[in-house]
Structures are given as C-alpha cells and as structure tokens.
C-alpha cells in the first residue's frame, strides 16, 4: 500500500509561521550595569540555595527524632 500525498489539515493551515527570533543587541545597555544585574541575580541564587540546603539540613536532624 503507497503512501500518498495527503492535503494537510485546516489547522496545520491555520498555523502562524514561525518566526526567527533576534538576537539582542548589547549596544543598548553598559557593561557595568549587565554586570551588577548578573551579580545580584548570582547572589540571590545563592542565597536562596543557602536557605534551601539549610532547610534540608534542619529537617534531615529533625528527621532523627
């Protein structure tokens, strides 16, 4: 049995074409203000893995009891 070429749905139809997506440009922003986003994004990563490994750690002992 041959497959043949089937008509494609409605939907596949109604399907909005995709588009591609631009890069940002770094021209807009200062490097000194791109750093002090990515290092207070970086602290606040660690201190909310801090408090979560502290819970953890809490729990784990409480655990024991």
Do not use: C
């Amino acid at each position: 049995m041959a497959m043949s070429n089937r008509p494609r749905s409605t939907r596949a139809k109604r399907r909005a074409p995709i588009r591609n997506i631009k890069q940002s440009d770094p021209a807009g922003m200062d490097f000194s203000m791109e750093y002090k986003y990515i290092r207070h994004d970086l602290i606040r990563i660690l201190v909310i893995g801090g408090g979560l490994i502290a819970i953890m750690i809490v729990l784990a002992v409480l655990n024991v009891f």
